[in-house]
């Protein structure tokens, strides 16, 4: 094979992430940090899985089983969610067959500190929607099999918002038994959406320079994105925050965590900002960097551990 081919090749793999990528644990700060873990303890079943004091400021993660899904970190002296500004606008919650959706749909809904925001065929998966005590949005979600899921002919993943009766979701699916073993059932971060101020600027850092790959475009005010032929690891939305600048400190989200299978995938990384000009910090195991407003990405090699959460 002609060795311009062959560096053409190597190039066009490096500007992408690895096919094996995906999300881990997403921090939120919190201002009321005993509210914020007996909700998501009750309301989707997580359990505190360990914390740690730095300074004044508590971090403590919840998950299932030995999968992180949420840190926490008591800072009470910032002020509160602001609904239009860039930061988050959902974290997917992604459970394994339509008894654990429903069971934890029930448990968010009976628990009196959730609002109930909706619920969607979105052709790829089904969903239903949340919102935490301190304004944050929150997704509980399955996939559809990938077989189900169709194109246009342009390559573009179909989606959308179809009506999906919550009622009629949660008599066809629910038990009593799989209520009551939500936490010992399977579940991780399926994806993470976000509130941004533009969408071209979003397209340049999450996928040129990141690396995630557009699956949805036409999406009006949004963009969709994931690696190896998921429908979205990320998402970018312009809905409440079309002009926003930079984010102020706050509380709601943290840092969005995706994970990658070896080291040469955070080389390449590491290379994309470089080339973009873009600043970033690499401790070895990890790279982080922040959007055009302030949203920290932390991208790191697997089996992150609850020690390394619990990191300053």
């Known amino acids: 094979m002609d060795a311009n081919v062959t560096a053409r090749q190597s190039n066009d793999i490096a500007r992408v992430l690895d096919p094996n990528t995906g999300m881990d644990a997403v921090t939120l700060h919190v201002g009321d940090l005993e509210l914020m873990s007996s909700y998501y303890a009750n309301a989707l079943a997580l359990e505190p899985v360990e914390e740690r004091a730095h300074g004044r400021r508590v971090h403590r993660v919840l998950g299932r089983g030995t999968t992180p899904m949420v840190r926490l970190i008591s800072t009470p002296d910032l002020p509160g969610v602001d609904p239009r500004a860039a930061g988050l606008f959902h974290t997917a919650f992604l459970f394994e067959d339509r008894q654990s959706l429903a069971a934890t749909v029930h448990r968010a809904a009976q628990d009196s500190r959730s609002r109930f925001a909706g619920s969607s065929d979105h052709l790829v998966s089904e969903a239903f929607y949340f919102t935490d005590p301190e304004g944050n949005g929150i997704e509980l979600y399955i996939d559809r099999p990938r077989s189900e899921w169709s194109y246009a002919p342009d390559g573009e993943l179909r989606m959308a918002s179809e009506y999906l009766d919550p009622n009629a979701f949660l008599r066809e699916h629910l038990d009593q038994a799989t209520v009551d073993a939500a936490p010992r059932l399977p579940g991780k971060i399926g994806h993470v959406h976000l509130q941004v101020g ?45 002009g926003v600048g930079p984010r102020a400190s706050r509380l709601g989200l943290g840092d969005v965590a995706v994970t990658v299978p070896a080291r040469e995938d955070l080389d390449a990384l590491v290379a994309r900002l470089k080339a973009k000009g873009t600043g970033f910090a690499d401790d070895g195991r990890s790279v982080s960097a922040k959007d055009p407003w302030g949203t920290q990405v932390t991208v790191s090699l697997p089996n992150t551990g609850v020690e390394d959460l619990l990191k300053a």
């Open 198 to 242: 533009d969408i071209a600027q979003a397209r340049d850092f999450y996928v040129d320079t990141i690396g995630f790959e557009t699956t949805v475009r036409s999406y009006p005010g949004a963009l969709f994105a994931a690696a190896g032929g998921y429908h979205h690891h990320v998402a970018m939305n312009t809905w409440n925050s079309r």
